[in-house]
């Protein structure tokens, strides 16, 4: 079974950039679909990027999606970053044998 | 506008059973896969069971796998988990979610119903 690792928390302050990492323990990460979750506090999840980098209608373009073969990782890359941003945020893939793995979370905090 | 609202969750004896239900509302039920995901307090998601459009494809996840049973009524737009031999580690959250796309991810979600297991 593969993990997808992310880091559990990260900050920056309004109006900056910031990326949230997940990494592929084995296996290609470019080899199945990645997808982000946004989760905010005491809300059900919803989805910001599917299929790496596509974004759901009614997500901002301040929301992007990315893989990186080289580190074997997906990134989530949040722009402009407003107070509302502020929410735990899930990666998600899946292969053959693991259906669909979810990363642990990263909680991001606009300070 | 997909809906989903679950219910049945509540306080479960550790080896009881409970039953959650999913209805769902705004689509058409029956062209979709569906899904549950819980979330344990203060932890991160996990999946638990996810069914086929027409119910003949049913996938578990290791920790619930031979306890609990997934299913669905398409004339009723209704989706099931029957849950056995109840753990306090099954204590959480459960979501239903609609499965989309050729990723098969989860599209939308209902707010989620609360299982307790402790006696």
């Known amino acids: 079974n593969f993990m997808l690792t992310q880091p559990h928390s990260v900050s920056e302050s309004p109006g900056k950039t910031v990326t949230i990492s997940c990494t592929r323990s084995s296996g290609s990460i470019a080899s199945n679909y990645v997808q982000w979750y946004q989760q905010r506090p005491g809300s059900s999840p919803t989805t910001v990027i599917y299929?790496?980098?596509?974004?759901p209608s009614g997500v901002p373009d301040r929301f992007s999606g990315s893989i990186d073969s080289s580190s074997n990782s997906a990134s989530l890359t949040i722009s402009g970053l407003k107070t509302e941003d502020e929410a735990d945020y899930y990666c998600?893939?899946?292969?053959?044998?693991?259906?669909?793995?979810f990363g642990g979370g990263t909680k991001l905090t606009v300070l | 506008e997909m809906q989903l609202l679950e219910s049945g969750g509540g306080l479960g004896q550790p080896g009881g059973s409970l039953r959650l239900s999913c209805a769902a509302a705004g689509f058409t039920f029956s062209r979709y896969g569906m899904s549950w995901v819980r979330q344990a307090p203060g932890k991160g998601l996990e999946w638990v069971s996810s069914i086929s459009p027409s119910g003949a494809g049913r996938f578990y996840g290791d920790s619930v796998q031979g306890r609990f049973t997934i299913s669905r009524d398409n004339s009723k737009n209704t989706l099931s988990l029957q849950m056995v031999s109840l753990r306090a580690e099954d204590t959480a959250v459960y979501y239903c979610a609609v499965l989309v796309g050729p990723a098969q991810y989860f599209d939308s979600w209902g707010h989620g119903t609360l299982v307790t297991v402790s006696s």
């Open positions: 299929e790496d980098n596509q974004r």
């Open positions: 998600q893939s899946y292969d053959t044998n693991n259906p669909w793995v």
